[in-house]
C-alpha cells in the first residue's frame, strides 16, 4: 500500500478515544443518529484532501463534497474570520458582501436564471423551491425519481424514495425510475429504455392529473447520484422537460451534489444536458462547510413568489456566508478547479476502467468529473453479494487510510466525490488503494 499520510500536517490530538466519543454521542444525540463504518472515525483535523483523527492517523478524502476546495482553506477561513470580526447580520439591512456574492454567483449562470434567494441549507433551498413552483401552476403534484434524496424538512420527507420515512410518500408525489443503460440486467438498447422512461413519466403525469393535484414539479439532481450516477439515453431529459411543461409543471434542478464545477465540463450539472431548468436549487459546497444555500430563478418567479409572501430568513444570505461563498468562487477561479476536475477525473477514469476490466465483479465505471463510482456485481469467487462487495471494499479501503462510500438503488456503486482540491497526484493513490482493496476481495 502506498504511504497515503499528509507530509504538510502534523496530527492534533483531539478529547477522548473514538470509543469514548461514541459512547457519549448516543447519550446525547441518540443511537439512530447514522455514523459511516463498523468503527465510526474520530476526527479532529482537516487541510486540503487530508483529514486526522484522534489517534493521529491521517486520511485521504476521496468522498466528501462539502469542503468543495479543501478541508480547512485558507482563503475561506480568512474570509470568514474578517467579515465575523466586522458584522454578522440578516438580510433586512443593506450589506455589500451579501450582494457582491449575489451577483458573483447569478453571474455563473446561463441566460434566464438571473434572481437569488438565500438559505440555510439544500434542505431549506428546495422545500423553497417547491413554494415557488406550488404559486406559479397552482398545483401540488410532484414527480421525483424513485431513488433519490433532496433534503429533510418535513415537506421533503414526503418525497424522499432513497431513506426510510415512517410515512412513505404523500397521496400528490409520483416517483418514477430514471432509466440506465448501465444498471444490472438491463437489456433494452439506448432507444427502447428511452421509450420505457418517458412511458412511465407519461403515466405518472396522467395520474396526478386524474387525482386532481396536477403537475408542480419535477425535482432531479442532474447526476443522479442518489440512484447511483446513472448513465442515460440520449434526450431523455430534454424529453422529460417537454413533458413537464407540457403539463403546467416546473423543473428544478437540485445542484447541491452536481454544482459549482464538480462534472468539470461544467460549472452546473443541467448544462450537461443542454437545458436550462426553471429552478436551480443549491447547498453544502456553495459556503465550504459554513451552513448556506440558495435558490437561484427566474426574475418573474421569484418576483411573483414574493409579492404573495413574505419569505424571511434570519440566519440565510448573512454576510459571513456570504464571505464564505465568494471564497470558494475566488478560489475555484484563482486555482482553475474545474479544469482540474476534468483532467483529474479524466485520469481517474482511464484508470478505474483498467481496473474494471481486471475483475469479473466490476461491471460499470460511473459518473463524470470528479464524481465517480465503479459499479459491483456479486462476486463469483468468493459468493459475496454485491451489496457485501461494496461494504467490505468502503470498509477494506478505510483500513488502508482511505475514505469512500457507497450509494445506489442495492448499495452497489462505490461513490468517490473528493474536494475540488483532488489532484493526480492524489488520485494515483486512491487507484492503488483501490487497487489493493479489490485484489483482498
Known amino acids: 500500500m502506498p504511504n497515503t499520510q499528509n507530509p504538510r500536517s502534523r496530527p492534533k490530538q483531539g478529547k477522548g478515544s473514538a470509543s469514548g466519543l461514541l459512547a457519549r454521542r448516543r447519550q446525547t444525540l441518540g443511537v439512530h443518529s447514522p455514523l459511516f463504518y463498523d468503527e465510526p472515525i474520530a476526527l479532529v483535523s482537516g487541510e486540503g484532501v487530508w483529514v486526522t483523527d484522534v489517534d493521529g492517523r491521517t486520511y485521504l478524502d476521496a468522498y466528501n463534497n462539502v469542503p468543495h476546495v479543501g478541508h480547512c482553506n485558507p482563503v475561506v477561513v480568512e474570509a470568514i ?22 451577483e458573483e454567483l447569478v453571474a455563473t449562470f446561463g441566460a434566464g436564471l438571473d434572481k437569488v434567494s438565500f438559505t440555510n441549507s439544500g434542505s431549506e433551498a428546495n422545500d423553497l423551491a417547491f413554494r415557488i413552483a406550488n404559486q406559479r401552476t397552482g398545483n401540488t403534484g410532484i414527480i421525483v425519481s424513485d431513488f433519490s434524496y433532496h433534503g429533510n424538512t418535513s415537506l421533503l420527507a414526503d418525497v424522499t424514495t432513497a431513506l426510510p420515512t415512517r410515512n412513505g410518500l404523500s397521496d400528490n408525489v409520483r416517483a418514477i425510475r430514471i432509466p440506465d443503460l448501465d444498471a444490472a440486467g438491463n437489456d433494452l438498447s439506448s432507444a427502447l429504455l428511452f421509450e420505457k422512461g418517458i412511458r412511465e413519466l407519461d403515466a405518472a403525469i396522467e395520474s396526478l392529473n386524474n387525482e386532481g393535484f396536477g403537475v408542480s414539479a419535477f425535482l432531479f439532481d442532474p447526476l443522479f447520484s442518489t440512484e447511483g450516477l446513472c448513465r442515460l439515453p440520449d434526450g431523455y431529459l430534454q424529453a422529460l422537460q417537454q413533458r413537464i411543461h407540457a403539463a403546467g409543471g416546473l423543473v428544478i434542478s437540485d445542484e447541491v451534489q452536481s454544482g459549482f464545477g464538480r462534472t468539470g465540463e461544467a460549472m452546473w450539472g443541467h448544462e450537461l444536458s443542454g437545458l436550462t431548468p426553471d429552478i436551480v436549487t443549491m447547498g453544502k459546497p456553495m459556503g465550504n ?153
Open 81 to 102: 474570520c474578517a467579515q465575523a470580526s466586522q458584522l454578522n447580520i440578516h438580510t433586512r439591512y443593506l450589506n455589500s458582501q451579501v450582494i457582491d456574492y449575489a
Open 289 to 441: 462547510g459554513h451552513p448556506i444555500g440558495g435558490v437561484v430563478t427566474r426574475a418573474e418567479l421569484l418576483d411573483e413568489f414574493g409579492a404573495a409572501n413574505l419569505y424571511f430568513n434570519t440566519f440565510a444570505g448573512n454576510p459571513v456566508s456570504a464571505a464564505a461563498g465568494r471564497a470558494v468562487l475566488q478560489v475555484m477561479n484563482d486555482e482553475d478547479l474545474m479544469a482540474n476536475a476534468q483532467s483529474t477525473g479524466s485520469g481517474l477514469k482511464d484508470g478505474l476502467e483498467q481496473l474494471a476490466a481486471r475483475f469479473d465483479f466490476v461491471s460499470a465505471v460511473k459518473g463524470r468529473g470528479l464524481f465517480f463510482g465503479i459499479e459491483l456485481l456479486s462476486d463469483p469467487k468468493t459468493g459475496l453479494s454485491a451489496p457485501a462487495v461494496t461494504k467490505k471494499l468502503v470498509e477494506n479501503m478505510k483500513s488502508n487510510n482511505i475514505l469512500i462510500s457507497k450509494v445506489g438503488r442495492h448499495e452497489t456503486v462505490l461513490k468517490m466525490r473528493p474536494p475540488l482540491v483532488f489532484n493526480k497526484s492524489h488520485a494515483e493513490l486512491l487507484l492503488e488503494g483501490l487497487e489493493a482493496s479489490l485484489n483482498n476481495i
